[in-house]
């Protein structure tokens, strides 16, 4: 190169574009590793709410049939959809 000033601001570039790129490296493997920790709670926790949301729907159905007030007043307090039919 002709100047070390231009030597020396090239280089700096360099570097702090090489000590971003580390950081960023690191920054997506730590986020990486908590997703993985977190995946099988939000699976179990979609899995509950589905099975929840499910038996709601099976009280409803029957209290389609058995027309209890007690569980009305219960579904309504839980905001369930009626049962489709």
Do not use: C
């Not at 499910?54 to 209290?63: A, E, G, L, P, R």
């Amino acid at each position: 190169m002709k100047s070390d000033t231009t030597t020396t601001v090239l280089n700096f570039i360099l570097a702090m574009l090489v000590i971003l790129g580390v950081v960023f490296a690191m920054l997506s493997i730590i986020r990486t590793r908590e997703s993985r920790a977190i995946t099988p709670l939000v699976m179990q926790a979609n899995s509950r709410a589905m099975m929840f949301q499910s038996f709601i729907t099976d009280v409803n159905t029957y209290n389609q049939q058995a027309k209890s007030p007690d569980i009305t007043r219960i579904l309504q307090s839980l905001n369930a959809k009626p049962a489709a039919h």
